[in-house]
């Protein structure tokens, strides 16, 4: 009986290694810790922060190239100041940022070996951005994570696709094999240089189509196994933005504006949502747009971005709040201020997000629950809604308002159920959190 019990862990261990779907111990560390931290920053600057019209005027406008290029010897962002960022961020709640290292335009914000030249060093600012940012964060103790682009809109050797096609990149010579060494230089790089938490791929969908049938085929195979486990062997996360199923090697799985599971943006159709792996939803602050633009005020409220950040955890997933900082270098004031409020409610409330897991009741849209340990927070993110009644795990012993520490009134029915009912103060803000222990 023990022999056979031996003979079936080994041939079930044997399965695993092969599909190689058993992570490693650092790996589910990783995993877990990325998963606690719940809300960070995601970063877009670029040249397109020059042009001031979004990170994707470059393709929308169907500009020269060559002519776009040249913004690089008037990149120069003198109010550009990483320790003052990281303290928005960390002011802000948020655990860790994520920033553009290279975006489609092709042009990357640290001074790269690997290229040809199209980076950060021949500005007239020369000034190591990631590097700056790495050690600010660090100091500050806020994870840095790097955006990666898999297509690019800049370089003669990346096989154009669906959507870069339509950029006019003179005298093109597709050859993926030189284009893929390229990308693991630059990505050995970062990691060696950076030390990020997670590399964040985004653009694989250059080369998706779907088939008569609607099957997903895609024009390029690109090889993306070997760039993970490069990541893997210097033990960082994989997450890759490709609006399609996850592949076993990608460890968190990307929601783009989207609510792991409901769809809303559109890309996250075929999508089905993981429950063995950290989940987390990116979304913009500004109206549509990731890279700075300007003259489109609206931005979301802090009451927004609460809301959100709590519905995603609600959901096991982390908020990535995006911003465009401006050509020189600033966040948007708007930005900031938003920031701000959104870190007096985390001030308060941080215990209900950092670390939890769903709570399991309530209807997930005015009401939402996350739980740690024993302890149950619920979230009132509608104003209109001042009572909730749901059957708890065990008995309970107190419920209060968590922002101010007063008891909330409750009762407990017969059949177990408890109802909750809240009062709000004046100054209670939008989403009260009561916890319930
Ligand atoms: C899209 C866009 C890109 C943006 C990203 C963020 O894929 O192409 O501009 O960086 O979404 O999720």
Known sequence: MKKLTVMLLVAASAICAQAGSAPEQWNVAARKAFAAERFGIFLHWGLYSNYAQGEWYLQTHKLDEDAYARMMYGFCPSK??????????????????TITARHHEGFSLWPTKVD???????????????GELAAASKEAGLQLNFYYSLLDWHRKDYPAGFVTSNVKVRDRKPDYASYKKFMMGQITELIDNYHPGYIWFD????HHFRDDKGEL?????????????????KHVLVANNSHQASRPKEDIQAFERDLPGENSAGYS????VKTDRPLEQCDVLQNGIWGYRIGEGSFRTSEEVVAMVARAASKNANLLMNIGPDGSGQLPEQAVAVMDKVGDWFAKNGDSIYGTVPGGVA?????????KGGTLYLHFLNPEKKFLTFKPQGKVASVRNLATGNPVA????????????IERAADDGFDVVIEVK
Do not use: C, M, Q
């Open 80 to 97: 550009f100041d990483a320790r003052e960022w990281v303290r928005v961020f960390k002011n802000a709640g948020a655990k860790y940022v």
């Open 410 to 421: 409750f009762e407990v029915a017969a059949d177990g159920a408890l109802t909750v009912t």
């Open 363 to 371: 209807d997930g849209k005015d009401i939402v629950s996350t739980r």
């Open 269 to 272: 159709e075929s999508i089905t």
């Open 116 to 130: 040809d030249g199209y980076n950060i060093a021949n500005t007239p600012f020369k000034r190591d951005i990631l």
């Open 217 to 233: 085929g895609r024009t390029l195979d690109w090889g993306l196994d070997e760039i993970f486990d490069l990541i893997h062997s």
């Open 203 to 206: 653009g694989e969908w250059d």
